[in-house]
């Protein structure tokens, strides 16, 4: 099973762009599609976009459409999240995730980061 530490969150102002990053650990990356949530404070943790195990398909919700981008380097065992024209309302803390089932749900995870902070001042 991987590991997964997340890095790259911080504050940004309005219109400023981040790009957050997941590294796994252990041998069997290339078997999880991997995805990122994100989770405001009072509210319940939702998927924002996922990526299946070759990369060859995506999601995104529809809050992030256009604007984020989600890929992936097997031979790194990272995921990442470049995410542009940040608006204020996605503050949050970000998670990266593990599953082997696709499309990706919330309720097949298998492993979870810890989280990084994502601050989008106005």
């Known amino acids: 099973q991987v590991q997964l530490v997340e890095s790259g969150g911080g504050l940004v102002q309005a219109g400023g762009s981040l790009r957050l990053a997941c590294a796994a650990s252990?041998?069997?990356?290339?078997?999880?599609?991997m995805a990122w949530f994100h989770q405001a404070p009072g509210k319940e943790r939702e998927i924002v976009a996922a990526?299946?195990?070759?990369?060859?398909?995506?999601y995104y919700a529809d809050s992030v459409k256009g604007r984020f981008t989600i890929s992936r380097d097997n031979a790194k065992n990272t995921v990442y999240l470049q995410m542009n024209s940040l608006k204020p309302e996605d503050t949050a803390v970000y998670y990266c995730?593990?599953?082997?089932?696709?499309?990706?749900?919330?309720?097949?995870?298998?492993?979870w980061g810890l989280g990084t902070l994502v601050t989008v001042s106005s």
């Open positions: 990526i299946k195990w070759t990369g060859t398909s995506t």
């Open positions: 252990g041998r069997t990356f290339s078997s999880y599609a």
């Open positions: 995730a593990a599953s082997r089932g696709w499309p990706f749900q919330k309720r097949t995870v298998e492993v």
